[in-house]
C-alpha cells in the first residue's frame, strides 16, 4: 500500500513544483520528488539505482539549483 | 503485468507529461530547466520498471546465490541456474545507473548557461532575453 502512496507522491509533487511560483519552494518539492522516486526504486527491486537517485536527486541537484539561483537573483523575487 | 509496473507507468507517463508541458510552455528558464529534470525522472522510472519481477531476488544482494554455491564441484552451476530464473531483470538498472549521472551532469551545464544568460541580459524570463537578442540585431 505504501508503494502505491509513494507513486501518488511523485506524480503530486512533481505538478506542484512545475505549478509553484516562488522558485525556492519549487526547488524544495523537486528535491522532495527525488527522493520518493529513489524509495520507488528501492521498490521495484534496485537499490544501487535507489542510493544513487537518493544521493544525487535529494542532495546535489537542489544544491546546484539553489547555488545557480542565488548567483542569478540574489535572493530576490522575481 | 503486475498492478504496481502499471502503476509505475503511469506515473512516468504524468512526470514526462508535466516536464515537457514545463518545458515548452513555463517563462521562467529555470522552471524550464527543472521540466528537463523532471523528464528524465519518468524516462528513469520506465526503464526500472521492466526490469520488475514481483518477489523476485536482487541481483545485487547475493545472500541465496553465495550460500548454495559450492566451489570446487559443478553444484553451483545449478544454483547459478535457480537464482537468474528468480533474479529480477538487471540490464536497466546499470543503464539507469549511468543516465543518472549523466543527467545531473547535463543539468548542471544548463544552470551554468542559463546564470550566463542572467548576466548577460539581466532576467530570467525566457520572453525577454529574445527580446534582448533583437534589439541587439
Redesign the interface.
Known amino acids: 500500500m505504501f ?2 502512496i509513494l ?2 507522491v ?2 503530486l509533487s ?2 506542484l ?2 505549478i509553484q511560483e516562488n ?1 525556492y519552494k ?2 524544495i518539492i ?1 528535491g522532495f ?2 527522493f520518493s ?1 529513489a524509495a ?2 528501492h ?7 535507489a542510493a ?2 537518493a544521493i ?2 535529494a542532495a ?2 537542489p544544491g ?2 539553489i ?3 542565488y ?3 540574489q535572493g530576490r523575487d ?1 | 503485468m503486475e498492478p ?1 509496473q502499471v ?2 507507468f ?2 512516468a507517463g ?2 514526462v507529461i ?2 515537457l ?2 518545458v515548452i510552455m ?1 517563462d ?1 528558464i ?2 524550464k ?3 528537463a ?2 523528464i528524465g ?1 519518468g524516462v ?2 520506465v526503464l ?2 521492466i ?3 514481483p518477489g ?1 531476488l ?1 541481483p ?2 547475493t545472500h541465496q546465490f553465495h550460500a548454495t554455491a559450492v566451489p570446487s564441484s559443478f553444484s553451483h552451476f545449478l544454483a547459478f541456474n535457480e537464482f537468474a530464473n528468480q533474479a ?1 531483470y538487471s540490464l536497466p ?1 546499470a543503464l ?2 549511468t543516465n ?2 549523466i543527467g ?1 551532469s547535463t ?2 551545464v544548463m ?2 548557461l ?2 550566463v544568460l ?1 548576466h548577460k541580459y539581466h ?2 524570463s525566457v520572453q525577454k532575453i529574445f527580446e534582448g537578442m533583437e534589439e541587439e540585431d
Open positions: 508503494d502505491y507513486l501518488f511523485v506524480a512533481a505538478v513544483a512545475v522558485l519549487s526547488i523537486l520528488e527525488s522516486l520507488i526504486f521498490f521495484l527491486l534496485a537499490t544501487d539505482v544513487t537517485q544525487l536527486g546535489l541537484i546546484l539549483f547555488v545557480a539561483l548567483k542569478t537573483t522575481e | 504496481f502503476g509505475a503511469l506515473t504524468i512526470l508535466t516536464g508541458w514545463a513555463m521562467n529555470l522552471k530547466v527543472i521540466g529534470n523532471l525522472d528513469n522510472l526500472i520498471g526490469g520488475y519481477r523476485g536482487v545485487e544482494v529480477s538498472f539507469v545507473l543518472i549521472v545531473a543539468l548542471s544552470l551554468a542559463s546564470v542572467y532576467t530570467l
